[in-house]
């Protein structure tokens, strides 16, 4: 059985940083991309970043490139999106999801996580 945990998520304010985590069981984590989305109140899911298996990849949103980073640890089965300078427009649900392709569309993403709330506050 598939899981995919984050945590990490919280209250910060405008400025702030934050470290969300994604920890994987059942499944042969380094043979998947990994990817974290993001979805507000009222809104449609959105990608935010992804890193394909071995974590030479790395892909962006726009509006988060310069100021998140994803990365992952093969060893302990865990992606991770170091978020800094986070602004008010950045709080929603986060989500890690694991496919085949390091992409930007949801769709070909296999599994995903229960999601993590990220606040953020002006």
């Known amino acids: 059985q598939v899981q995919l945990v984050e945590s990490g998520g919280g209250l910060v304010q405008a400025g702030g940083s934050l470290r969300l985590s994604c920890a994987a069981s059942g499944l042969t ?3 998947y991309a990994m ?3 993001r979805q507000a109140p009222g809104k ?3 990608f ?3 890193i394909n298996w071995s974590g030479g990849s790395t892909y962006y949103a726009d ?3 310069g100021r998140f980073t994803i990365s992952r640890d093969n060893a302990k089965n865990t992606v991770y999106l170091q978020m800094n300078s986070l602004k008010p427009e950045d709080t929603a649900v986060y989500y890690c999801a694991a496919g085949n392709l390091a992409v930007r569309t ?3 993403y296999r599994y995903w996580g229960q999601g993590t709330q ?3 506050s002006s």
């Open 29 to 31: 984590f380094s043979s």
């Open 35 to 37: 990817g974290w989305f």
């Open 44 to 46: 449609e899911r959105e």
């Open 48 to 50: 935010v970043a992804a």
């Open 63 to 65: 509006s988060v490139k």
């Open 106 to 108: 949801h769709g070909p």
């Open 118 to 120: 990220v606040s953020v």
